[in-house]
């Protein structure tokens, strides 16, 4: 066929089919070179997507990837007949190429994280300012709760990884070990999602919504074997392990600095109502007698000024917290 698209250069005896429109020809032309651009293979539309998300947030990435693949799997199992090209072309106009894919999630995450951003304080420029206006911040707040919670989290974390790893490597010689030690780390994933919701809700971090996708047409083996492969695994263990330490050190600083802080700003006025006749004992002997009048209001202002660094530290950590856990829970899950 030697028709130039656009002109009137058209032979009628080079179309077999006797039409003699070129326009025709061109917009099959047109839809077959549509149809060419399109992945053939689940795998490669993935790919694609995950090529054309390449610099958004690994969090997103991994949403996006998974309902991807959940769409095109269960398209899949809906049309046994027809191949993975073609269904990938079926529903190119419904669900999408992955270009279009990808421009969407990009939009709808903006649009998603604008809502549930909680209003930014209008901005400081005094270092006065900037101290005492870590209070009107909303993530400060959160980190600091979730440096309480996290002594129980913590805890329930080490209790969790610890008494399922010696339970499975024990029990492995009688062979029930291992169907054991499969379910503990199934539940291992569903934990760490569980966590990435505190993380995100309590620290500001994108963290996943969707796990990753895990094909059951696949043989059981081979999904088994991809658990154990999967960095995501070995991160969420290791994050688990370090949560015990982690969560005590947090809680402890929380509380001390609460404690001290709260307490001198309400010393005075236990004082003035005869709460505290001013003398601190240890072990039955006073090393701290009366004070002066005078020194109420400085204990006073000291205790605010230690409240507000304690509210800075909480914001501190809860941002390193929250690096780590996208670092051990998301980026390790990245696939190259």
């Known amino acids: 066929m030697n028709a ?3 002109t009137s250069h058209y032979p009628n005896s080079a179309d077999p089919s006797g039409a003699d429109a070129p326009g025709v020809d061109t917009a099959h032309a047109a839809a077959t070179a549509a149809d060419a651009s399109l992945p053939r293979s689940i795998p490669d539309y993935l790919q694609r997507l995950r090529e054309a998300l390449q610099g958004a947030d690994p969090a997103l990435i991994q949403d996006a990837l998974y309902d991807a693949e959940e769409y095109l799997r269960s398209e899949m199992a809906d049309n046994p007949g027809q191949s993975e090209a073609e269904i990938i072309a079926a529903v190119a106009g419904s669900y999408g190429a992955p270009d279009e894919v990808a421009e969407i999630y990009r939009d709808t995450e ?3 994280q604008t809502a549930l951003r909680a209003p930014k304080p209008a901005p400081r ?3 006065l300012g900037r101290f005492f206006g870590v209070a009107l911040e909303p993530r400060t707040y959160g980190a600091l709760f979730y440096m309480l919670l996290s002594l129980a989290t913590g805890t329930f ?3 969790w990884v610890t008494t399922g790893v010696s339970l499975s490597l024990g029990l492995m010689v009688l062979i029930v070990g291992i169907p054991l030690l499969i379910l503990f780390l199934g539940s291992v994933r569903v934990l760490s999602l569980v966590e990435g919701r505190l993380v995100e809700v309590m620290l500001g971090e ?3 919504r969707r796990p990753l996708y895990s094909d059951r047409s696949r043989p059981v083996l081979e999904r088994i074997k991809e658990m154990f492969t999967d960095p995501r695994t070995w991160g969420t263990l290791l994050y688990m392990l370090l949560m015990m330490p982690l969560g005590t050190a947090y809680f402890s600083i929380a509380v001390t600095g609460l404690a001290l802080s709260l307490s001198l700003i309400f010393l005075p006025f236990a004082m003035l109502f005869g709460l ?3 003398l601190v004992r240890i072990d039955g002997v006073s090393f701290l007698g009366a004070w002066e009048p005078w020194a109420m209001p400085v204990f006073a202002l000291v205790g ?3 409240l507000f660094v304690m ?3 909480a914001r501190l950590i809860g941002y390193a917290h929250a690096q780590l856990a996208k670092h051990l829970l998301v980026q390790w899950a990245q696939r190259d």
Do not use: Q
Request: no cysteine; glycine share 8%.
């Open 4 to 6: 130039i698209a656009g």
């Open 110 to 112: 903006v649009k998603v």
């Open 125 to 127: 420029k005094s270092a």
């Open 157 to 159: 974390y080490f209790t």
């Open 206 to 208: 994108r963290m996943p």
């Open 276 to 278: 505290f006749d001013g």
């Open 304 to 306: 605010v000024l230690l």
């Open 311 to 313: 509210l800075h530290v």
